[in-house]
Each structure stands twice: as C-alpha cells, then as structure tokens.
C-alpha cells in the first residue's frame, strides 16, 4: 500500500455585556452546558496540546448573548514564562504576561450562538498553568458555573478530561492506548518480541468478515470489550483501520480487497453500517474510538489517474464512478455523528503527495470526499501520514533547505524535487494546507511510526561532506530505502517511535497503524480467497517501475500475504529499531 509517484482542538470567547466562565488546563476543558447557556454572555473554552516546551492553545469564545458581537478583542493572563509565537484566526499579540486577540476582518462579528476559534502556539519551561480569567473587550467573562479563579486546581496538562456534552479536541491526549491481544501474542511469541509486545497497534478491519472476526478471531464487539476491560474505568483510544472500499489498492495489487469496483452499495450496507451500530452501542459509550478511513484511496485518484505517466486503468476506473469518494464520506457520515468516534482520513506519505502537483490537489479531493454522501467537513477530527510505510519521521542529518556548493538537495536524486524529508514536516505543513481546504483550524495528524526507525548498524551519525547534493543527501539521510517509493516490506528499516500523544506540535498522535510484523505482500505469487494479487514491487529480484525510478523494490524475501504473519521482517524491525528498545 502507499505508493509513490515520481517527481514530476478545538473549540472558543467572547461578548458584549458577558460574563462568563472558565479556565481549565489541559487538553480538553469543555464547559458546563449550562454556562453557555446563561442569558448573560459568554463562555471560554480554553483547551490545549502541550509536548512539555510548547504548546497550541485554542481559546474558544461563545457568544451566550441576545444580541451579536461586532468586533472582539480577548484578552488574559498566563502566570508562566508562556510565550507567543505565532497565532491564527485572530490577530494574536503579546506583552509580558498579557495576551490580546483581536477579530480578523472575517471573523468580526459573533452571531448570539455563534463561536469563534482562535489558536496560538506557544513556547515555555517550567510549568504550563492555564490561565484563570478572559475577558472580551475589557468586560470579564466569568459566569454561573464557572470556577472560581482561585478555587479547584486545574486539571493536570497532560490529563484530558473525557469528552463531556462534545468529543475532546484530541482523543488520544490523557488516553490509554489499546494493546491487541492477537497482535500482542504474536509479537510475544518471537525472540526478543517480549520488548514490544505491550504496545498498542491498530485493528484492521479489511473484510467484512472482520466484524464479527475471521476465523474465530476477534470481531468488532471482543475488540471493543476487551477495551472496555484495559480501560478500567479510564479513558482508553482505540484505533480501527477502515479499509474494505470497492475497487481497494487500485494502483497496485498487493492488498486489492474482496469487493469489485461497481460494489458500493456493499459496502455501505454489509461494511460500514454494521460496523456503525456496534461503535454506536452505549455500552461503548466511554471508549474513545478512533478510525483510519481508506488509507491510499483518495491519493491513488490524485496521482495514478487522468493521463499521468503512473496511471493505472483500475484507478482511472475508480475516479470515474466515484465510489472512492463517496465510499469515504459514507463512511465519515456514518461514523461522525457518534460522539467519541473520531474519523482521520489518509494523507499518504511525503514520498507520495510532497510533490507541489500532488498535494494540494490532495487536500482539496479530501475535502470534497469529507463533503460527499452526507458527510461534513466538521466529522474529521484529523489525518493520518505515513500508514503502512516507512518515512522517516524526522531526518536529523539534512533539511529541505540546505545546498551544496549553490545546489539545493531538492535536485538531488533521492529528493528529486520534492518539498519534504520527512514525515514531520510533511504532515505538519499537510495540516495548514488542509484548513486552507476548509477543515477545521482543529484538526490534529497521527503519524504511523510503526516501521519508519532506520537504526541499526547502517544509519548514519552524522551529516556527510558536501561533495555533492547526491553524496550529501545520500550519506546523511536515514531512509534507507533504494528509492523513496519503495513500499514493500523494505529491508533494514526498524520500529519507529512508539505511540504517544500530543509529541509535536499540530500531531495529535504517534500510533504503530500497521502492525509490525504484519507482511505488506507476498513476494511470490499466492493463491488465495482474499481478493490478494501479486506485486511484484515485494519481489526483491524486481527492478522496478516508473513508480520508484525504475529501481530495485528492497523488499525481502519469503514473504507471505500482505497482513499475514511475517516472522524475519518482525526480526528485521526489532533489530534496526529506532530509538533502540
Ligand atoms: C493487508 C490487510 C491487513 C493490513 C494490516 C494490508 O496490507 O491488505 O489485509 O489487514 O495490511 O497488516
């Protein structure tokens, strides 16, 4: 999956005569339902994601009045060194400990009812203590039902309370994380597995078969359950793949799936509206579930259709009849308007869409897709980079923007025009493009850290001399891949970071999406009932395509059907694992 193509949270503050409420720390303060019902003026909701230097706030302001709010400017006070770096929707300012956001030209007027969202980032040491007191233009918002500003301690920054009356800006902030217990077990059963066992990886759902467990496997429900059973009476997140569309994999065929490309009234019916009921069940009620949706589909419509020099005839075939669209905003309208569902939809890899023809075409399909068969922008809590393949997550050695002897590194082969290195800047700056789409300023990214270590013996130590952009780029980079769009279970890359909430600015999450172990595809031909074909990019005697510049695939040997057990790339994966175990 995740092919290339070549070069070529949060919620609120506002009013006129108001008085309102809060403060709160931490991830996700949301307020009483009856503060912002006070006929009286405003709420705040003041919400943050910290990664223990810096932090973006969101400060949200309601308008809880009668009548609308021409014109804003909040202001409050942190108690800390916190300091401002840059700021959006609103004109954000700083002086000392004062900060001050004034309305933007489009955003001046607050309809009673109405809400606005400005966010920060900010910077700081010490402790992060949110701020106990707003104020919009001059009057206090301090309301019934509000905390006193010197009462209750607020809750903890790293600690995010469980979504009340809305679904919390990021849902794997202050959340365990789901340990699969048949990935566990497998990890578990290989020498050294032990290290890693007890981490949390994805649940695949790529059948139907999948919701009720194939096999005698776990379904849906015994996932959930089980959740249920870790979570102990805390806030757990678990993450499910969504990956049966019609037509699936369309640019190559290693994970082509059961249903044809015309089926997508299956899909809606037997795929995603069971799987809809069950995560609707009350009785789940306190999980935060979170889904993958359709990872490949969209960037395959982008890049391997409509007359590109990669395009298949199965992609063009599924730009056409529109069932990858609508097939994702099915899904999304589906599964978004239950409360603690929270949807991220794939925006491959920077070795994929880093390219300018690709990205922003990108974000826009993604926006239409959010958009389609009922869907709305406001059901996608994020987007996901990186699944199932093997970016580096932060290339320390070399950056976009350096050059050899005058000559950018974007002209050396390895880059070949692309605007990324890695996976961190690429989903960051995807987030930026993706609110210029028209999602939410709070959208969040995970990153699948799963297999993008590079350690082991070959990752280098250190810069190389600028003897020329390739032997610089070449010698510095950690991706050690023959070609950046080598897909299929690549030889010597290692486990990645291990999953965690909130590392960076704009991440919501690292997760480990794919699982470890998990084969990518086979490397022969192999019969089977899962609607698999042989790609001969996870042949490692295969030299290429026009998809990784005619070069060998790195794929290792002797593997088996892609999600089947795959014990030597698990080895593979302990070995070159970065950071080590
Ligand atoms: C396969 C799926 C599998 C997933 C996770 C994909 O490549 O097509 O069947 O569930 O990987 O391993």
């Known amino acids: 999956m995740s092919r290339t193509t070549p070069a070529s949270s949060r919620r609120t503050a506002l009013l006129s005569a108001c008085t309102v409420l809060v403060a709160a720390a931490g991830m996700a303060a949301v307020l009483p339902t009856g503060a912002q019902a006070a006929s009286l003026g405003c709420s705040v909701n003041y ?330 922008l406001e059901y996608v809590t994020g987007f996901i980079s990186n699944t199932a393949n093997y970016g580096a997550l932060k290339e320390p050695y070399y950056s976009i923007d350096d050059s050899v002897n005058g000559t950018s590194v974007r002209q050396s082969k390895w880059v070949d025009w692309n605007r990324y290195v890695d996976e961190l800047s690429y989903a960051q700056a995807f987030r930026s493009r993706l609110v210029t789409a028209g999602f939410s300023p709070g959208i969040g990214m995970v990153i699948d850290t799963s297999r993008n270590g590079w350690g082991g013996a070959a990752r280098p130590s250190g810069p190389a001399a600028k003897t020329s952009v390739d032997a610089y780029v070449n010698g510095s980079r950690t991706d050690r891949r023959i070609h950046l769009g080598n897909w299929c279970n690549q030889a010597g890359a290692g486990l990645g970071e291990r999953p965690k909430a909130a590392p960076e600015p704009g991440i919501d999450a690292y997760l480990w999406v794919k699982p470890p172990g998990e084969s990518d595809g086979a490397s022969s031909a192999i019969p089977n009932n899962e609607g698999k074909g042989f790609d001969r990019m996870c042949d490692p005697t295969y030299t290429g395509n026009v998809r990784n510049g005619n070069s060998m695939s790195g794929a290792l040997g002797n593997a088996p059907l892609a999600g089947h057990w795959f014990s030597a790339q698990f080895q593979e994966l302990l070995k070159n694992a970065d950071p080590a175990l």
């Open 47 to 376: 919400q943050t994601n910290d990664w223990g230097s810096g932090f973006t706030a969101t400060v949200t302001v309601s308008n809880a009045g009668t009548s609308a709010i021409d014109g804003w400017a909040l202001t409050y006070d942190y108690s800390g060194n916190q300091q401002l770096s840059s700021g959006w929707n609103g004109a954000w300012s700083q002086s000392g400990r004062t900060v001050t956001v004034k309305n933007l030209d489009w955003n001046r007027t607050i309809a009673p009812g109405g809400s606005v969202s400005p966010g920060g980032q900010f910077t700081y040491s010490g402790t992060n203590t949110a701020p106990t007191a707003f104020a919009v233009n001059g009057t206090a918002c301090t309301g019934p039902g509000a905390p006193s500003p010197t009462g209750s301690p607020s809750p903890s920054p790293t600690t995010t309370p469980p979504p009340s009356g809305g679904k919390a800006d990021n849902p794997f902030a202050g959340a365990k994380l789901y340990v699969n217990p048949e990935w566990k077990a497998k990890a578990a059963a290989e020498p050294g597995g032990s290290a890693v066992a007890n981490t949390s990886t994805s649940v695949w759902l790529d059948r139907i078969a999948a919701i009720n467990g194939v096999d005698g496997g776990m379904g849906v429900r015994a996932h959930l359950d089980e959740a249920l059973r870790q979570a102990g009476g805390q806030p757990l997140a678990i993450n499910f793949v969504i990956y049966d569309l019609p037509g699936r994999d369309c640019s190559a065929l290693a994970s082509n799936g059961e249903l044809g490309p015309t089926e997508l009234d299956r899909y809606k019916s037997q795929f995603i509206d069971p799987i809809a009921t069950i995560f609707a069940d009350p009785k789940y009620a306190s999980l935060r579930i979170t889904t993958v949706v359709e990872i490949d589909s969209l960037p395959n419509l982008v890049t391997n259709s409509g007359g590109r020099p990669t395009a298949t005839p199965a992609c063009d075939t599924m730009k056409a009849n529109g069932n990858y669209v609508n097939g994702v905003g099915y899904a999304l309208s589906k599964f978004g308007p239950i409360s603690n569902v929270y949807n991220y939809i794939d925006v491959g890899h920077h070795g994929w869409l880093g390219w300018d023809d690709n990205f922003g075409a990108t974000a826009d399909l993604l926006a239409q897709a959010a958009q389609a068969s009922g869907s709305k």
